[in-house]
């Protein structure tokens, strides 16, 4: 499945949408150390980072604990690594996109607006799994903590650069203001789903767009200022 098929802020765990992670098949299985990120990321993301320990970790990944410390030396680093995977398929989501859409901002900003719209509408939705993490970890010496920093300045730094390329105004704050709006929005979509004020969403971001727009001068003055 390609990057673009995907959905920002909404890949599935192991870098798949939602749903559509799967366990590792015996006889065909993955190396040691990529079934135990994939179990760690999808028992993180449907159980909660500290309701899962390293014993269920390794039973799903068809390991031991020993495998486990032997790739990871301990549960955070193992959190860190799981998190660090997770950008890196959103990144490129960004990136796919970006070169589909090279030099066409708004048809950039349209494809990300019908993916934002699939988000709001999957029922599935568990929340992201960055503002999951720092909500769990919220100790600033943990090491996923620049993980989750990182990833969220650069999603509001991929923003704040598109609506700066699409010829809008004050791209940064429409940045800051989208950004926020749709942090809001997946915490509302865990506490009322789909059918909650989150559905109006890409409505609302299509307005902030909207008023952040050039404002073209009225023909009225224009023409006042040429008598």
């Known amino acids: 499945m390609s990057a673009l098929a995907r ?3 909404e890949l599935g ?5 939602q749903g559509e992670a799967e366990k590792p098949k015996r006889g065909a299985q993955k190396p040691p150390r990529e079934r135990i990120l994939e179990a ?6 449907r159980h909660g980072i500290r309701a899962v320990g390293v014993d269920a970790i390794a039973e799903a990944a068809d390991t031991n604990k020993m495998t486990l410390y032997r790739h990871f030396p301990s549960k955070d680093e193992l959190i860190a690594e799981c998190l660090r995977e997770h950008a890196h398929e959103v990144d490129a989501y960004w990136d796919e996109l970006s070169a589909r859409y090279a030099g066409d901002a708004e048809g950039e900003i349209r494809a990300w607006l019908e ?7 999957d029922v599935g ?3 992201c799994v960055i503002a999951n993490a ?6 600033k010496d943990h090491p996923a903590r620049a993980v989750i920093e990182a990833h969220k300045r650069s999603a509001r730094d991929r923003l704040m650069t598109l609506f700066g390329a699409a010829g809008l105004i004050e791209p940064e704050t429409l940045a800051d ?7 809001g929005a997946r915490m509302n979509m865990q506490s009322l789903g789909s059918e909650g004020p989150a559905k109006r969403l890409v409505r609302m971001i299509e307005a902030l767009i909207e008023s952040h727009r050039p404002k073209l001068p009225n023909a009225s003055a224009v023409a006042a200022e040429h008598r």
């Open 7 to 9: 959905r920002p802020w």
């Open 13 to 17: 765990p192991t870098g798949k949408a």
């Open 40 to 45: 760690a990321a999808e028992l993180f993301y």
């Open 115 to 121: 993916a934002v719209a699939t988000c709001v509408t």
């Open 125 to 127: 939705e568990r929340g």
């Open 134 to 139: 720092a909500v769990e970890l919220p100790e």
């Open 177 to 183: 203001e989208i950004f926020l709006l749709i942090e």
